[in-house]
């Protein structure tokens, strides 16, 4: 059986996980916490970040797009028929998803308003290209769950988190991306690709009181003089 290696609130797991629900493919998990990494990953893993896919023959796979590369290669398809232009349309689109997965972590580490308004200013940018992509559903190419829909999935997931949690709506103008991202929890796929304990792990880390969202967002809340640090990464 393939074993994942994981952090509970990456997004980039998510993704290899939510891929691996889908398509019913057994496999273990082994959480572990990146502050203190143990030994024998960072000894197989080039990067020191999840996610890490291990297979039956104990080879180690790094960086989630040649982890649900290989996945796609050695599984049955989500769908059939696909033409090589649109496999690779797919991949784009897929792209657009994967490489906002820390532009949304660091925006929802905001501290203020001010840092809140400017981050996702440039998340907004992939829901816009989303919205106008998008047909008439329920998934991103019609009836069928795809590739496309599970890169997106940790996106809209922790979205919806957030929207429950603190009453913020990343969505608010995009009605297309809400009904797709209802259609996906609909699958069960939100709750079956995490830990059963990840919501509490992701408001703990996302909702606290150090972040805007975990405050309420109260726009009222004056701006702190002092800059922000970096946000910290939630995979590496």
Same mark, same amino acid.
């Given at each position: 059986?393939?074993?994942?290696?994981?952090?509970?609130?990456?997004?980039?797991?998510?993704?290899?996980?939510?891929?691996?629900?889908?398509?019913?493919?057994?496999?273990?998990?082994?959480?572990?916490?990146?502050?203190?990494?143990?030994?024998?990953?960072?000894?197989?893993?080039?990067?020191?970040?999840?996610?890490?896919?291990?297979?039956?023959?104990?080879?180690?796979?790094?960086?989630?797009?040649?982890?649900?590369?290989? $996945?796609? @290669?050695?599984?049955?398809?989500?769908?059939?028929?696909?033409? +090589?232009?649109? !496999? *690779?349309?797919?991949? /784009?689109?897929?792209?657009?998803?994967?490489?906002?997965?820390?532009?949304?972590?660091?925006?929802?580490?905001?501290?203020?308003?001010?840092?809140?308004?400017?981050?996702?200013?440039?998340?907004?940018?992939?829901?816009?290209?989303?919205?106008?992509?998008?047909?008439?559903?329920?998934?991103?190419?019609?009836?069928?769950?795809?590739?496309?829909?599970?890169?997106?999935?940790?996106?809209?997931?922790?979205?919806?988190? $957030?929207? @429950?949690?603190?009453?913020?709506?990343?969505?608010?103008?995009? +009605?297309?991306? !809400? *009904?797709?991202?209802? /259609?996906?929890?609909?699958?069960?796929?939100?709750?079956?690709?995490?830990?059963?304990?990840?919501?509490?792990?992701?408001?703990?880390?996302?909702?606290?009181?150090?972040?805007?969202?975990?405050?309420?967002?109260?726009?009222?809340?004056?701006?702190?003089?002092?800059?922000?640090?970096?946000?910290?990464?939630?995979?590496?």
């Amino acid at each position: 059986m393939i074993k994942i290696v994981s952090f509970k609130i990456c997004p980039f797991v998510q993704r290899v996980t939510a891929l691996l629900e889908a398509k019913k493919v057994p496999y273990d998990i082994e959480f572990i916490s990146l502050s203190d990494k143990p030994q024998w990953f960072l000894d197989i893993s080039p990067t020191g970040q999840v996610p890490l896919l291990i297979t039956e023959a104990g080879d180690a796979l790094f960086e989630s797009d040649a982890i649900v590369e290989y $996945i796609e @290669e050695i599984t049955p398809p989500l769908e059939i028929d696909i033409s +090589p232009v649109q !496999r *690779a349309k797919d991949r /784009a689109w897929s792209y657009q998803a994967s490489k906002h997965y820390l532009v949304q972590c660091s925006t929802m580490q905001s501290k203020d308003k001010s840092a809140l308004a400017e981050r996702e200013a440039k998340l907004t940018k992939a829901f816009e290209k989303a919205e106008r992509q998008l047909g008439d559903g329920p998934f991103f190419n019609g009836s069928t769950l795809g590739t496309v829909d599970i890169a997106w999935l940790p996106l809209l997931h922790r979205a919806q988190i $957030i929207k @429950e949690h603190s009453g913020y709506e990343f969505l608010a103008d995009y +009605p297309k991306v !809400r *009904a797709w991202q209802s /259609a996906l929890a609909d699958t069960g796929l939100y709750a079956k690709s995490v830990a059963d304990d990840f919501e509490q792990k992701f408001s703990d880390f996302y909702l606290a009181d150090r972040t805007f969202l975990g405050r309420g967002a109260d726009f009222s809340e004056p701006a702190p003089e002092a800059p922000q640090k970096k946000a910290a990464s939630c995979c590496g």
